[in-house]
């Protein structure tokens, strides 16, 4: 694969530590092997998450020491909120510390005990989010997701007949809201075609029932339409960016993603009388509705950022970064979900270790293993994060499938560190069967992943 290089030159520079292996099953084993729980100095390579961890750009840190502290009314409000009301064509602009502030915010006017929020699959937090208001997070993935191996180029989709259904049906009243994320981070970063969101457009406007964008990877999202849908082939990402928010009644937006900052976010509403109930929330929660919770200095860099983020050389070279990542762990024996997104890559762990049982967590098992033998910190989805458990952390129903997220910093590795994680996926795919499983010690009742300490098996 050609190699497209970055539209930028690295400027500053941090070390990173390599431990070794003796200090890494130290390191694991203190943590009560769970990866959230390391230290960010014990990590070589981290790809936990890509929320705040990208590098900001030489024009951002410019912006940010002119930012305008003010209470209210600041200069670098005025700034962010204009980037914002072009990008998306929303009147109304709330800004957010970042992405589940808005989410809590815009539940709670919408939502209650006996709701139902629908989503082609909501992520972690924004699960939680629903259900602490007593609403149900109801997930309606396209059939399609569900076929990790077929080069299907939007599986992120809702399925549009199972949505109908609901919609139409006896629960259709307890809808409120429809919720599309874009990217569908928690099926494999697989993007949403400007089709299915027309077609969820429809069906709200029939219903009576508002539809919102999560759509914190609403760039990367708006390249692979460019890619992969031929209607879309000529415009630029901000173009096809502008046109999904247009098609939505409004969105919550975690910029720590594709605002290239480490903090941030805002809700974007069309509708005056919701932005009044979210308004007085925001006042009383967050901050005052010039700043929500966010210094001059980080309005000023998302301001920079959600510019920059839609510059099409940047997008290439991100997406063809991932890709060249996909090619390499598949050729050394481990299979991802095909085909590649932009912000993660999503490893099948459940195939890679047919020994261990979904009560034994293969997902978790080989991102422990990418930690001992390499020192790579990662994500699991699989049944530790979405299996039910009974009292005694013993699994009733696993996932559906066993996956590890490599997610991917922006503008953070090099090649020369994507090859390094290569090489150890490839020494542990030629003895997987050495992997041991885990058993769960302790657990929060609520987002289980997050704090979760385990023991391995014997």
Same mark, same amino acid.
Not at 204 to 229: H, I, S
């Given at each position: 694969?050609?190699?497209?290089?970055?539209?930028?030159?690295?400027?500053?520079?941090?070390?990173?530590?390599?431990?070794? *292996?003796?200090?890494?099953?130290?390191?694991? @084993?203190?943590?009560?092997?769970?990866?959230?729980?390391?230290?960010?100095?014990?990590?070589?390579?981290?790809? #936990?998450?890509?929320?705040?961890?990208?590098?900001?750009?030489?024009?951002?840190?410019?912006?940010?020491? !002119?930012?305008?502290?003010?209470?209210?009314?600041?200069?670098?409000?005025?700034?962010?909120?204009?980037?914002?009301?072009?990008?998306?064509?929303?009147?109304?602009?709330?800004?957010?510390?970042?992405?589940? @502030? =808005?989410?809590?915010?815009?539940?709670?006017?919408?939502?209650?005990?006996?709701?139902?929020? !629908?989503?082609?699959?909501?992520?972690?937090?924004?699960?939680?989010?629903?259900?602490?208001?007593?609403?149900?997070?109801?997930?309606?993935?396209?059939?399609?997701?569900?076929? /990790?191996?077929?080069?299907?180029?939007?599986?992120?989709?809702?399925?549009?007949?199972?949505?109908?259904?609901?919609?139409?049906?006896?629960?259709?009243?307890?809808?409120?809201?429809?919720?599309?994320?874009?990217? +569908? +981070?928690?099926?494999?970063?697989?993007?949403?075609?400007?089709?299915?969101?027309?077609?969820?457009?429809?069906?709200?406007?029939?219903? =009576?029932?508002?539809? /919102?964008?999560?759509?914190?990877?609403?760039?990367?999202?708006?390249?692979?339409?460019?890619?992969?849908?031929?209607?879309?082939?000529?415009?630029?990402?901000?173009? $096809?960016?502008?046109?999904?928010?247009?098609?939505?009644?409004?969105?919550?937006?975690?910029?720590?993603?594709?605002?290239?900052?480490? $903090?941030?976010?805002?809700? =974007?509403?069309?509708?005056?009388? #919701?932005?009044?109930?979210?308004?007085?929330?925001? $006042?009383?929660?967050?901050?005052?509705?010039?700043?929500?919770?966010?210094?001059?200095?980080? &309005?000023?860099?998302?301001?920079? =950022?959600?510019?920059?983020?839609?510059?099409?050389?940047?997008?290439? *070279?991100?997406?063809?970064?991932?890709?060249?990542?996909?090619?390499?762990?598949?050729?050394?024996?481990?299979?991802?979900?095909?085909?590649?997104? !932009?912000?993660?890559?999503?490893? +099948?762990?459940?195939?890679?270790?047919?020994?261990?049982?979904?009560?034994?967590?293969?997902?978790?098992?080989?991102?422990?293993? &990418?930690?001992?033998?390499?020192?790579?910190?990662?994500?699991?989805?699989?049944?530790?994060?979405?299996?039910?458990?009974?009292?005694?952390?013993?699994?009733?129903?696993? @996932?559906?499938?066993?996956?590890?997220?490599?997610?991917?910093?922006?503008?953070?590795?090099?090649?020369?560190?994507?090859?390094?994680?290569?090489?150890?996926?490839?020494?542990?795919?030629?003895?997987?069967?050495? $992997?041991?499983?885990?058993?769960?010690?302790?657990?929060?009742?609520?987002?289980?992943? /997050?704090? !979760?300490?385990?023991?391995?098996?014997?």
């Amino acid at each position: 694969m050609p190699i497209t290089p970055p539209p930028y030159r690295i400027k500053v520079v941090e070390p990173i530590p390599f431990l070794s *292996a003796g200090e890494r099953r130290g390191a694991l @084993a203190e943590a009560g092997y769970n990866p959230f729980n390391l230290r960010a100095d014990q990590i070589t390579i981290d790809l #936990l998450s890509d929320s705040g961890t990208g590098a900001t750009s030489a024009a951002q840190e410019a912006a940010a020491a !002119v930012g305008d502290e003010s209470y209210a009314g600041a200069r670098s409000w005025f700034r962010f909120h204009d980037e914002i009301a072009e990008l998306t064509g929303y009147p109304h602009i709330l800004p957010v510390h970042q992405g589940r @502030a =808005g989410e809590r915010i815009l539940f709670s006017a919408l939502l209650g005990r006996g709701k139902i929020c !629908v989503s082609n699959t909501h992520f972690d937090t924004t699960h939680a989010n629903v259900e602490l208001l007593g609403a149900e997070a109801r997930d309606l993935p396209c059939p399609e997701a569900l076929d /990790f191996d077929s080069d299907e180029p939007f599986k992120g989709n809702i399925d549009l007949v199972a949505l109908e259904e609901l919609l139409g049906g006896p629960d259709g009243g307890r809808v409120g809201l429809v919720l599309m994320t874009i990217t +569908n +981070n928690g099926l494999g970063a697989q993007p949403v075609s400007m089709a299915n969101l027309q077609a969820v457009r429809a069906l709200c406007d029939r219903y =009576g029932v508002r539809f /919102f964008l999560d759509a914190a990877r609403f760039a990367e999202n708006a390249w692979l339409v460019r890619e992969r849908e031929e209607a879309y082939r000529n415009l630029t990402p901000r173009q $096809i960016a502008h046109r999904a928010f247009q098609l939505a009644d409004g969105c919550v937006v975690s910029l720590k993603k594709d605002g290239l900052s480490s $903090i941030g976010g805002f809700l =974007g509403l069309r509708d005056v009388n #919701l932005f009044a109930v979210c308004e007085a929330n925001l $006042i009383a929660t967050e901050g005052f509705s010039t700043y929500g919770g966010l210094a001059g200095h980080d &309005l000023e860099r998302l301001a920079v =950022g959600v510019r920059e983020v839609t510059d099409p050389a940047y997008l290439q *070279a991100r997406a063809e970064a991932t890709a060249r990542l996909a090619r390499r762990i598949n050729e050394a024996g481990v299979d991802t979900v095909q085909p590649a997104g !932009v912000h993660a890559l999503y490893l +099948n762990a459940g195939r890679l270790l047919p020994h261990l049982s979904p009560a034994e967590f293969p997902g978790h098992s080989l991102g422990c293993q &990418l930690f001992l033998d390499g020192g790579i910190r990662c994500a699991e989805l699989g049944s530790l994060y979405l299996g039910t458990m009974d009292e005694q952390h013993r699994l009733l129903t696993p @996932a559906p499938f066993e996956l590890v997220r490599l997610a991917i910093p922006r503008r953070v590795y090099s090649e020369e560190h994507f090859e390094y994680v290569a090489d150890v996926l490839a020494d542990i795919a030629k003895s997987p069967e050495r $992997i041991r499983g885990y058993r769960i010690e302790s657990a929060p009742p609520v987002l289980r992943h /997050f704090k !979760v300490r385990l023991a391995p098996l014997s």
